[in-house]
């Protein structure tokens, strides 16, 4: 068998639908974090969905990001109840529940609760309305900064910029200098397809001065 090793393929994006796009993307870009996103509409139904385009915008002030791609050109539920109700709380996603999480990746109508059906505990919030889970090792509270339609049709996204408003951290993976203990925290990342992966070995390489 002729070896591939030193052999590279070259594509353009048009060239490929939008499916074929997605497939290139989420498995070249990998490990990502998953975010499990709490948010209310506008009669106080509390939804719940993983995502994994999600990353930190910033520090200062403290800014993460969250893709939430269209289905049938319409905003998803959670993205529609952050645009309207201009906050959410995002959550760490680790191994001792990760598979409630997927329940939570259901399509439910948007009268339907995913906490509920995935066995989930809702916690109250301290400066926003919309609650967190018990579950989670890191629960952040956020209002909506920005949002931006990125492309058009049923390939649109939301892209949701979040400040963060208040950090709450289980005791085991807050460490006295301000660090996390991410083994601690055991949090998982998506692959592709139905794939994930846990935090594997660790190496450090100092930063040139």
């Given at each position: 068998?002729?070896?591939?090793?030193?052999?590279?393929?070259?594509?353009?994006?048009?060239?490929?639908?939008?499916?074929?796009?997605?497939?290139?993307?989420?498995?070249?870009?990998?490990?990502?974090?998953?975010?499990?996103?709490?948010?209310?509409n506008?009669?106080?139904?509390i939804?719940?969905a993983?995502?994994?385009?999600?990353?930190?915008?910033?520090?200062?002030?403290?800014?993460?990001?969250?893709?939430?791609?269209?289905?049938?050109?319409?905003?998803?539920?959670?993205?529609?109840?952050?645009?309207?109700?201009?906050?959410?709380?995002?959550?760490?996603?680790?191994?001792?529940?990760?598979?409630?999480?997927?329940?939570?990746?259901?399509?439910?109508?948007?009268?339907?609760?995913?906490?509920?059906?995935?066995?989930?505990?809702?916690?109250?919030?301290?400066?926003?309305?919309?609650?967190?889970?018990?579950?989670?090792?890191?629960?952040?509270?956020?209002?909506?900064?920005?949002?931006?339609?990125?492309?058009?049709?049923?390939?649109?996204?939301?892209?949701?910029?979040?400040?963060?408003?208040?950090?709450?951290?289980?005791?085991?993976?807050?460490?006295?200098?301000?660090?996390?203990?991410?083994?601690?925290?055991?949090?998982?990342?998506?692959?592709?397809g139905?794939?994930?992966?846990?935090?594997?070995?660790?190496?450090?390489?100092?930063?040139?001065?």
């Amino acid at each position: 068998m002729t070896s591939r090793k030193n052999f590279m393929t070259s594509i353009c994006p048009k060239d490929k639908t939008a499916k074929e796009n997605y497939k290139l993307l989420t498995g070249t870009i990998i490990p990502r974090p998953i975010a499990f996103v709490t948010s209310s509409n506008h009669t106080g139904v509390i939804n719940g969905a993983p995502f994994s385009f999600f990353n930190v915008v910033s520090a200062d002030p403290p800014m993460i990001s969250l893709a939430i791609q269209r289905k049938d050109t319409s905003p998803k539920d959670t993205a529609r109840n952050i645009l309207q109700q201009k906050e959410f709380v995002v959550h760490s996603v680790d191994e001792e529940y990760v598979d409630r999480i997927n329940i939570t990746a259901a399509s439910l109508a948007a009268n339907q609760s995913e906490i509920k059906k995935a066995g989930l505990t809702l916690t109250k919030s301290e400066m926003v309305s919309v609650p967190g889970i018990k579950e989670a090792k890191v629960r952040m509270e956020c209002t909506l900064e920005h949002s931006i339609l990125l492309g058009d049709g049923e390939t649109a996204t939301d892209l949701i910029i979040g400040r963060i408003k208040k950090y709450h951290l289980a005791g085991e993976i807050y460490q006295e200098d301000g660090k996390i203990d991410y083994y601690a925290l055991n949090t998982v990342s998506r692959l592709a397809g139905s794939d994930y992966t846990k935090l594997g070995k660790q190496f450090s390489i100092q930063r040139p001065k």
